[in-house]
């Protein structure tokens, strides 16, 4: 059975940074993709980055060169540090594997974690 447990969230002012961390087990976690998403009220879930099993990295625009994606394989883990935050990054965030569809990079596994919650005030 596939569980992703998300943490690492808080509330943060602009400029500030956190550190979230998604432990996954029920996968064979260290030939998957990994990505973090979001989802802000009222938005649809949105891919922001993703590590491959070489830990190749890539990332949205919107959040490139202030999020830094990583991985641990020995605990089944991937991270995402994000620095300069802005209000703009406020959503609930979600860790998933992922795969490539002809839509481009999706979610492999319908089951989602509880997510957790980033606040940045202004």
């Known amino acids: 059975q596939v569980q992703l447990v998300e943490s690492g969230g808080g509330l943060v002012q602009a400029g500030g940074s956190l550190r979230l961390s998604c432990a996954a087990s029920?996968?064979?976690?260290?030939?998957?993709?990994m990505g973090w998403f979001r989802q802000a009220p009222g938005k649809q879930r949105e891919l922001v980055a993703h590590?491959?099993?070489?830990?190749?990295?890539d990332y949205a625009d919107s959040v490139k060169g202030r999020f830094t994606i990583s991985r641990d394989n020995a605990k089944n883990t991937v991270y995402l540090r994000m620095n300069s935050l802005k209000p703009e990054d406020t959503a609930v965030y979600y860790c998933?594997?992922?795969?490539?569809?002809?839509?481009?990079?999706?979610?492999?596994?319908?089951?989602w974690g509880q997510g957790t919650q980033v606040t940045v005030s202004s």
């Open positions: 998933n594997a992922v795969d490539s569809t002809t839509s481009g990079l999706k979610e492999i596994y319908h089951t």
């Open positions: 029920g996968i064979i976690f260290s030939i998957a993709t």
């Open positions: 590590i491959t099993r070489r830990f190749s990295t």
